[in-house]
């Protein structure tokens, strides 16, 4: 049956050009802009390049368009709220002043290039299609912000999968929908004939309006097929394939209705709508979608390879000819499907108006039935006949379907290889994918910066992005990698970093510099060695040219061009370490060999050794002279045991002897301030190995010996490395030697190899590293926290300046920010220091040499009060309550609680603390000993009461209401105690077993009212309702090899899930699937918290951290392990983690990747690719 509707001239080619134009244009300008200080920013100069890259493929006609680029239209429209929204764009209703009229205006969430085509499609499409059943365009524009809208009709209604679901199960009233379904084809048809595919067609994209009118929208993932089309331009930007459908985050909503040769990737045409309008008519009629008990990865195989199940099954009520029409509109071939859509709409009518339709084989009894229908009068006039005519009919029948089974048998075997090929094919895929995990894995332990690379190519997937997440958290956590830039593919020797942001990097042969926020280096000249003045304004190139002259390329602010000075030296260039003195007038060199430093004048173009003729007699033939910084001092050694101080401007001269001989090391003595020098001495009288001193001089103060085997000046400190009680350790010193940190570097006899690197400070003296062992290792002067660790498989060292990393790359230089790291100090570590934190770690209290002090992350520190006595060795920290509030005790019958306000001593017993709480009330707090004493106290100054009966010795803590306090026994019994202190037993002990020491873990949920108990050995973990005493169980609890480890138990924030760690055993539920736990082995450790509701943080049994989710049984590192003293310590922050090192350092991690999903895959693709 022909359309009603005359067929539509199609708009001018040059018109349809032109609006494309406006519209790219228009989404091109805001898309391509990126917020300030992004690492995806584009140069301001290469705006035009991008437009012009963007709306190419329009041709000529663009290019002027986007020229003669229209003023924007946002003041036109007043915008509502959003009422739908998708992957790409979301809907909201408007008000067009103008006209006075309500609409529907569509705005573009993603500004990435396929996301601007596709709403660019969309709207061509729209703009294209003039049809009663599709949705008209109105306008399109940007509002006020710059982000680009389409204005359409607003159509006041419900989608048809609203009104069957309104239907429920009264097949009747879902029947009186199939008009809705035959319009939608009518309106299909006609973009078919418009050579326009629309590809997601599905009840949801059909708009019911109140005057009973149906349209189809959302044309966003529509395909031109006429030849010469925009879309043919489009190669590789399909949205039509099941992984794009995933992008536009649509996969499962969509996939149900997806024909198999869209899903696998293959051409389509009109027949895979008919498809999708098939599948809408599956839904409508069945109730439900089809396959609509399949999830994630079987949905995508079955749609491929299978069939939805039979609609005569779900609804045996459906006429057999309707179900033929369905059938025949899902065929799974195309040629067996309608020619057309305009054919289904046609097939549709006649099975509304009684008539035979196509797609039904039908018996004799129903044809009968249906010509009876229609032609009662003649019926009995014509019985004869139509009984011979039957059994003609029925004989024919016979014949044909003996036909059509052959086919059939010769298609089902044509389908069952196509389906065995793309088993084969989805295997391949999955091995892929796995590969690609691997790799990522792989890679943090040699070089982080190519897991992103790895993660960014894996496909989504539900079941693996948490993983994915976690790698990548991991990966950042251990990199901070901030961006990448391109440059010179040789080894860079020099890099420096000025005062507006502008890089700069030298190798033997090239200089490149990389303006602020500029991507793409450009080269500027040879190479060189990088200076600056201080304040990183004035900088030059110095170089050795032709005849071994020295060539220095000075550049200055404001300057049209640099200034070139050539000078001579004693010695090559290369042989000195060059500074800029302040203002840019001159060089100093300290020389690496030994030869006079020297001095070049940058205005002049002279060079002078220094120090020179016309230097007193006293500096004369001094060795390893270094001037200072800014050349006024000059350091030297004489007779390798007397240090001699030269200032040069007042002309004083200061000589002290050295506890040893200099040692040349050819190392920088002087801090960046010039306030101090350090040197190595070397005392050979104590025999092989020379036992080294390090001789510390300051200007105006005194000087001092530091027993070190190096040093390396840095900003405002001195950084030494020596053994301390056996361990090689580093730490820093203020330049009045005052410590400002302690941390490990490694254990003495560890190896005999086991080599320590001479440590080097950054240009500016912030960072410092070194390498043991080949393991590269950089510090934060400031706090001694490690800002960058890696095995030291890397072919060159880092070059560090201005606080960044650039490491070189096949793909190029890697930025590295450890100010943007996931992991910062919050406290330098201490040998001698340890430390207690509050659940909630807003306070900590912190035991250092004889000190006790608590500090509030909001008020700061306080001290101990003098009321509670003289700070013991054998005093420990029993509790810090959230408020502040602390207990303390010694062991030996005394014990102090101070924080509240005022401070007490306690009466307490003379054993070892196992356990302290605090009711959150304020109403009471209690501690545990080992010999199982439990004692409360409702008042801190009033004696307290003893809790007899109670077996107490690993676990104490009240519930958020402070009604309860609940103890864990060391026999594995668990007790609560009311407020009187009346103990009630909620789980009994088990029966003694004296050659099983008894490990048991208990956690209290967040909102207080339930518990989780483990005890090792048990199969499964018990939750227990502490007011009714009702239990549930968490089946195939599995204990862990390593006894000596970690027994913890903790609820998920929500409460929802639990964990447990047992050795090197960690299991996870999901308290709606207690049966089905998560395990991941090989994780040993102390400690966990939960980072997320399904991603963990071990704190493992090195005293570093390691990432992991339970549902893959992937973990990584995200934090090194170290070596120290203290026991290492975990608690859970609102962002993160925090965590006290074994050298006492504490730590805070948080977690600040974005969430799974397209965030997290821009952000990967941003730092994998430049």
């Known amino acids: 049956m022909a359309s009603p509707f005359p067929t539509q001239p199609g708009p001018d080619p040059e018109l349809l050009a032109r ?559 060059w500074r800029m003195t302040p203002g840019g007038a001159s060089l100093v060199g300290t020389p690496k060999l030994d030869v006079p430093a020297a001095q070049i004048d940058l205005s002049r173009g002279t060079a002078a050794p220094l120090p020179g003729p016309d230097a007193p007699a006293a500096v004369q033939g001094l060795k390893q002279v270094q001037p200072s910084p800014d050349g006024r001092m000059l350091a030297g050694v004489r007779d390798e045991r007397t240090l001699v101080m030269w200032d040069r401007e007042t002309g004083a001269i200061e000589a002290a002897e050295l506890p040893g001989e200099a040692a040349s090391l050819g190392t920088d003595g002087w801090t960046p301030d010039g306030r101090a020098f350090a040197l190595l001495c070397l005392d050979r009288e104590q025999g092989p190995g020379h036992a080294r001193k390090a001789f510390v001089w300051r200007r105006g103060g005194p000087a001092r010996v530091v027993d070190a085997e190096f040093v390396a000046p840095a900003r405002d400190a001195l950084v030494f490395i020596g053994m301390i009680a056996g361990s090689s350790t580093a730490w820093a010193e203020d330049l009045e030697g005052h410590n400002r940190w302690t941390r490990y570097v490694r254990r003495a006899m560890s190896s005999e190899s086991s080599i320590v690197a001479i440590p080097t400070t950054s240009r500016d003296g912030d960072l410092v590293w070194w390498s043991v062992d080949q393991a590269l290792e950089v510090v934060d002067v400031a706090t001694g926290a490690r800002v960058f660790a890696q095995a030291q498989t890397l072919r060159e060292a880092p070059m560090i300046d201005a606080g960044t990393l650039l490491l070189r790359r096949a793909e190029g230089l890697a930025r590295v920010e450890p100010a943007q790291a996931s992991v910062r100090a919050v406290r330098p570590g201490s040998s001698d220091a340890s430390a207690d934190w509050s659940p909630n770690r807003a306070w900590v209290v912190r035991q250092e040499e004889g000190r006790v002090t608590r500090i509030g992350q909001a008020t700061g520190e306080e001290l101990l009060p003098e009321a509670c006595g003289p700070w013991t060795p054998t005093r420990v920290v029993g509790a810090v309550a959230d408020d502040g509030r602390a207990l303390v005790v010694d062991g030996e019958g005394g014990g102090c609680f101070f924080g509240h306000g005022r401070s007490a001593m306690l009466d307490t017993p003379p054993h070892w603390l196992s356990d302290g709480a605090f009711a959150p009330d304020r109403s009471r707090s209690a501690l545990g000993f080992a010999d199982g004493t439990l004692r409360e106290w409702t008042d801190p100054a009033a004696p307290p009461r003893e809790l007899a009966g109670v077996d107490f010795h690993r676990f104490l803590d009240y519930t958020p209401d402070s009604s309860v306090l609940v103890a864990l026994g060391s026999s594995g019994a668990v007790t609560a105690i009311d407020r009187a202190g009346t103990p009630r037993t909620l789980i009994p002990a088990r029966p003694a077993n004296p050659r099983r020491l008894e490990r048991a873990a208990l956690a209290l949920a967040p909102e207080g009212a339930t518990l989780a108990l483990y005890r090792r050995g048990e199969p499964a973990v018990t939750l227990l309702d502490i007011g009714s005493g009702a239990q549930t169980k968490l089946a195939g609890a599995v204990a862990g090899e390593v006894a000596e480890l970690g027994t913890v138990i903790r609820y998920s924030p929500s409460g929802q899930a639990v964990a447990v760690l047992d050795g090197e055993v960690l299991l996870r539920w999901s308290l709606d699937r207690p049966d089905a736990p998560e395990r991941t082995g090989d994780v040993p450790g102390w400690d966990f918290a939960f980072l997320d509701e399904r991603t963990l943080v071990v704190l493992g049994e090195d005293g570093g951290l390691e990432i992991v989710d339970p549902a893959s049984g992937t973990h990584a590192p995200i934090y090194p392990g170290s070596v120290g003293r203290e026991h290492p310590t975990l608690a859970r922050t609102p962002g993160g983690v925090a965590l006290r090192t074994r050298s006492g350092e504490e730590l805070e991690f948080s977690d600040i990747l974005p969430p799974s999903g397209p965030e997290l895959r821009a952000w990967l693709r941003q730092r994998a690719t430049l």
């Not at 509304?352 to 010509?371: F, I, K, M, N, P």
């Not at 950042?476 to 502008?502: E, F, N, V």
């Not at 602020?516 to 190479?527: C, D, F, K, L």
Request: with cysteine; net charge neutral; proline share 5%.
């Open 19 to 577: 609006a494309q134009a406006r519209l790219i244009a228009a989404v091109s300008q805001f898309g391509a802009t990126a917020p300030s200080g992004s690492a995806d920013a584009v140069p301001s100069g290469s705006t035009d390049a991008v437009k012009s890259q963007q709306i190419s493929w329009l041709g000529l006609q663009g290019d002027w368009e986007a020229r003669h680029e229209e003023e924007p239209t946002g003041e036109r429209y007043r915008f509502g709220e959003v009422f739908a929204r998708g992957g790409l764009g979301s809907v909201r209703w408007a008000v067009d002043r103008k006209l006075g009229r309500r609409i529907a205006v569509k705005e573009l969430l993603r500004f990435d290039d396929r996301a601007v085509r596709r709403f660019v499609r969309e709207a061509a499409i729209m703009a294209r299609l003039q049809h009663p059943g599709i949705v008209p365009l109105y306008d399109l524009g940007r509002d006020a912000a710059g982000r680009p809208f389409l204005c359409m009709k607003l159509v006041d209604g419900s989608s048809l999968e609203q009104r069957i679901a309104q239907c429920g199960d009264a097949l009747d009233a879902r029947v009186k929908l199939l008009r809705h379904v035959v319009t939608a084809a009518e309106a299909l048809a006609y973009a078919h004939r418009q050579a326009i595919v629309h590809r997601d067609v599905k009840p949801a994209n059909i708009l019911i309006g109140e005057l009973g009118e149906a349209v189809v929208i959302d044309w966003g993932l529509a395909k031109d097929l006429s030849p010469g089309s925009s879309d043919d331009n489009l190669a590789g930007d399909d949205p039509g394939t099941a992984s794009d459908m995933t992008e536009a985050g649509s996969l499962l909503g969509t996939l149900r209705y997806m024909p198999p040769e869209q899903a696998r990737g293959e051409p389509v045409d009109a027949r895979s709508d008919v498809y999708a309008l098939g599948a809408t008519l599956y839904h409508l009629l069945a109730g439900v979608p089809p396959f609509h008990d399949r999830r994630s990865a079987q949905l995508m195989h079955d749609v491929v390879r299978a069939q939805p199940r039979p609609l005569a099954e779900l609804a045996p009520q459906v006429p057999a000819a309707l179900v033929a029409v369905v059938e025949k509109a899902m065929s799974q071939t195309p040629d067996r499907r309608y020619p057309s859509a305009e054919a289904l709409a046609d097939d549709l009518r006649r099975f509304a108006a009684g008539q035979a339709v196509v797609a039904h084989d039908y018996s004799l009894g129903e044809l009968t039935r249906l010509w009876w229908r229609r032609h009662r009068a003649v019926a009995t006039v014509g019985l004869a006949a139509a009984v011979i005519l039957a059994g003609v009919n029925a004989m024919s029948q016979v014949r044909v379907r003996q036909a059509r089974d052959v086919a059939e048998e010769r298609r089902m075997e044509a389908e069952l290889r196509a389906t065995e090929a793309e088993s084969a094919r989805q295997l391949a895929a999955e091995r892929a994918q796995a590969l690609l995990m691997s790799q990522a894995r792989l890679a943090l332990d040699v070089d982080p910066t190519r897991v992103f690379g790895a993660l960014a190519q894996v496909e989504p997937d539900p079941a693996r992005d948490n993983a994915v997440r976690a790698l990548a958290t991991a990966a950042y956590a251990q990199l901070g990698l901030g961006g990448w830039m391109t440059g010179p593919k040789g080894r860079i020797s020099d890099a420096l970093r000025l005062a507006d942001g502008t890089w700069l990097a030298a190798t033997s042969e090239e200089l490149w510099r990389w303006p602020s926020g500029q991507v793409h280096g450009e080269r500027i000249g040879g190479g060189g060695i990088l200076v600056a003045t201080p304040d990183r304004t004035t900088w030059a190139a110095v170089r050795v040219v032709d005849g071994g002259e020295t060539a220095i390329a000075v550049h200055r602010p404001g300057a049209p061009g640099p200034a070139q000075v050539a000078v001579k030296l004693d010695k090559p260039a290369v042989f000195y370490r």
